[in-house]
């Protein structure tokens, strides 16, 4: 192997280099495996021996000059961000700040790139436009018009990083905060989601799964509000904020939810023949009942009922079973908010499996079981909302940081939660 690139592995151990009869590939750059670097085996890898690439940027860190490159872009010159110089201070170390022209490492990087998957969260750590501009000859006449009058720029930090070696991304929010504070619409550093290795990844549970992609939906109207956090929850990429979504939903139901007890009773007194003529005597029974409908019943009692009302086992099982080795254990959350195990017997759903024969008295059993874990489940996911929305849940002043990974432990609660919401949204009338 060249010896400039055991050193680039050496520096960067996600990096796997491949020697071929006339090519030499380098794979895994920033443990990304969506694209690779190509060259020819005569290429002079010299510019590598001295770089690192911070898994977390879309950046190459040199290591004799302690520069930071960050990966921007090829853009006009007439842009007025880009002749800024900064100095900051943190932790009372000084860091200097400028865009300039790419390293020639980058360069050369840039040159070598090469797609192999579609383009993760780091979009290819910004490399497929430079790639693009470098390569004049390959260039189509529309290419050559978007990149007229533009020329590639980096975003450079220089400054001692050794004393913060461990906090660079920490470093990076700060400057990012900082940036926007003075000017809203400055570009400010990308941080690539890193998700923590964990041994068993979750399943994402799919009514597909079950029974098949059905032939034919018989679709419902669902309600306008509904509808847009809905869709609004698939869209967001945050684990947090699309449980909040999601919760949103059943929260909107239950606000306006009156149990079936309530609706039999209006519905009766709206069928009163003598309704027109005895109005103001109908409406005070009304209001009384509703008052005492409001004063009785917390918002927490009204979400339980709703949920209890409108969720079977059936609507959730296949959420729980394809994650039960998660349910069935305590769950620790980065700042010590727990939630103990949702069931304790991961065959929880033989067991309440109604038969065709059994006693009233087994049957009547199996029917508690399985509203208790409804009401578990609702009171669940109520607790995991309190934390995420107030930070600390009142109770038990315990935290749900907001850490990647804890977004990853949230995730069967929101897969659970997802599924309940949509089903409320589908069955509820509108």
């Not at 590598?48 to 872009?73: G, Q, V």
């Amino acid at each position: 192997m060249n010896s400039k690139l055991e050193l680039l592995q050496k520096n960067n151990s996600s990096i796997v280099i491949k020697e071929e009869t006339e090519h030499t590939n380098i794979e895994n750059l920033w443990g990304d495996d969506s694209f690779m670097l190509r060259y020819p085996n005569e290429t002079d890898f010299s510019e590598f021996e001295d770089i690192e690439f911070p898994i977390e940027l879309s950046a190459i860190y040199h290591k004799t000059s302690k520069r930071l490159e960050l990966i921007y872009a090829p853009l006009n010159e007439n842009q007025d961000h880009l002749n800024r110089k900064t100095t900051f201070y943190y932790k009372g170390i000084e860091f200097k700040t400028e865009f300039g022209e790419p390293s020639p490492q980058l360069v050369l990087i840039s040159k070598g790139f090469k797609e192999l998957d579609l383009p993760g969260e780091s979009n290819y750590r910004n490399l497929r436009q430079f790639r693009d501009f470098y390569r004049e000859d390959q260039q189509t006449s529309q290419m050559k018009v978007y990149f007229k009058d533009k020329k590639p720029y980096s975003f450079f930090i220089e400054g001692d990083f050794k004393k913060i070696k461990n906090e660079l991304v920490t470093f990076c929010k700060h400057l990012n905060v900082y940036i926007r504070f003075f000017d809203r619409k400055a570009p400010i550093i990308s941080i690539i989601n890193i998700e923590p290795k964990i041994d068993d990844d979750f399943n994402v549970p799919c009514k597909t799964n079950e029974s098949g992609y059905p032939e034919i939906i018989a679709t419902q109207e669902i309600d306008q509000v509904a509808l847009d956090l809905l869709n609004i929850a698939t869209e967001t990429g945050n684990p947090r904020l699309k449980y909040l979504f999601h919760y949103q939903v059943i929260e909107y139901f239950a606000y306006y939810y009156l149990d079936e007890e309530l609706k039999r009773k209006f519905s009766n007194l709206l069928k009163s023949p003598d309704i027109l003529h005895n109005y103001s005597n109908y409406s005070k029974i009304i209001i009384e009942e509703l008052k005492d409908y409001t004063n009785n019943t917390s918002d927490k009692q009204k979400l339980t009922k709703l949920i209890s009302d409108y969720i079977t086992v059936e609507d959730i099982q296949e959420d729980i079973k394809c994650n039960i080795k998660y349910f069935t254990q305590d769950v620790e959350f980065d700042g010590k908010f727990k939630l103990s195990a949702l069931v304790n017997d991961d065959r929880i759903f033989d067991k309440i499996r109604t038969e065709s024969k059994e006693t009233k008295e087994k049957k009547k059993e199996k029917d508690k079981l399985r509203q208790d874990l409804i009401n578990q489940i609702g009171d669940r996911i109520e607790k995991i909302r309190n934390v995420l929305v107030h930070i600390r849940e009142s109770r038990e002043n315990k935290v749900i940081f907001p850490t990647r990974n804890n977004n990853r432990k949230l995730l069967p609660y929101l897969f659970l939660l997802r599924r309940i919401s949509e089903t409320i949204a589908m069955k509820y009338n509108v």
